[in-house]
DNA sequence: TATTGTTATACTCTATAACTATA
DNA sequence: TATAGTTATAGAGTATAACAATA
């Protein structure tokens, strides 16, 4: 049981923001496990649907590093959901293009996302749900105080032992 | 540069959060770090002020695992800022209270924590940002359909090693 | 037997640094 | 020199399982 105040969890923006993400992110996941693909292979999966994004232009459309993206074509490649095509003009990029099985797998995860927000989002009040994607849009957006965000300097890692492979 | 279209971007509500959480998350983090907190220590401190809640429950309140508020208590006493209090009724549990650092901590770090969400929320219009606000507390707080949330029997880990201590 | 807190450990996500191959 | 992608690894956050003390 919640014992606090709402005055007390509104004040915590962190907090909300967190859970929703965390509780959402957990939620998708099993809905999309039905069709062999996770929320984040999702998130790229369909943003390479065009076929002419490179991975670094897929990660930075998703706001993935690109070591992040590296591994997550790994697995789409390796479910055969997508393949990496060398650029005829530039042999150092990869442009990411989805396979047919990865188009339905999209399709497919489409309707299971829709699916979910609209159960999360269906208890909303109409004008609620929409400012609350508004807001979200504007904190998250390009030009928003929560678009990307490593402004401060913080702690570096110590350095790792160099690499012998 | 973010080229997708904005209905693009509406629709990727996991994303929305996520990326709110990771943002907020990482600078409230390095805000808090001149008080010497991180933001969950923070979270738990603050809720732990009444002096008279036990770890179980400080975790309830703030949707935490038992093992990881052990951890985040073990970080807190470390610091000086909160000791396990032996309750009196029941030698299993223990009291969670903040010291008079602790509260000095909590009151520095709930000034910073204003000033960042006021920084990230200023930029809305009033409705906008109180319509925001009451749609999270809907979706989180209890009885909403974000909160808590382990409905799915998913991938069991394997079984770890005995421990042998 | 059940519960509180603990330890050890596993897993995920994210990110830094060094490296390879190109440009 | 600089850039795209890769590998290895670090670190935070979270969670599962086994365990000890107590109820």
Redesign the pocket.
């Given at each position: 049981m919640d014992t606090r105040s709402e005055a007390e969890i509104r004040a915590d923006l962190n907090y909300l923001f967190?859970k929703a993400s965390?509780v959402l992110t957990s939620r998708t996941a099993a809905a999309l496990a039905a069709v062999g693909i996770?929320p984040?292979g999702y998130c790229v999966l369909a943003k390479a649907q065009p076929g002419t994004l490179?991975?670094?232009e897929l990660a930075e459309l998703a706001l993935?590093?690109?070591?992040?993206m590296?591994?997550t074509?790994d697995q789409l490649e390796a479910a055969g959901l997508a393949r990496?095509q060398p650029s005829p003009t530039?042999?150092?990029?990869?442009i990411v293009q989805t396979t047919e099985a990865g188009d339905q797998v999209v399709a497919q995860a489409r309707k299971i996302m829709d699916e979910v927000y609209a159960e999360v989002l269906g208890g909303l009040p109409d004008g609620e749900r929409n400012s609350l994607l508004d807001a979200l849009v504007r904190l998250v957006g390009p030009a928003g105080p929560l678009h990307a965000a490593?402004p401060v300097a913080s702690a570096?890692?110590?350095?790792?032992?160099?690499?012998r492979?």
């Amino acid at each position: 049981m919640d014992t606090r105040s709402e005055a007390e969890i509104r004040a915590d923006l962190n907090y909300l923001f967190d859970k929703a993400s965390q509780v959402l992110t957990s939620r998708t996941a099993a809905a999309l496990a039905a069709v062999g693909i996770t929320p984040r292979g999702y998130c790229v999966l369909a943003k390479a649907q065009p076929g002419t994004l490179t991975q670094g232009e897929l990660a930075e459309l998703a706001l993935l590093d690109k070591t992040t993206m590296v591994v997550t074509i790994d697995q789409l490649e390796a479910a055969g959901l997508a393949r990496r095509q060398p650029s005829p003009t530039d042999r150092r990029v990869r442009i990411v293009q989805t396979t047919e099985a990865g188009d339905q797998v999209v399709a497919q995860a489409r309707k299971i996302m829709d699916e979910v927000y609209a159960e999360v989002l269906g208890g909303l009040p109409d004008g609620e749900r929409n400012s609350l994607l508004d807001a979200l849009v504007r904190l998250v957006g390009p030009a928003g105080p929560l678009h990307a965000a490593p402004p401060v300097a913080s702690a570096r890692r110590r350095p790792s032992r160099p690499v012998r492979s």
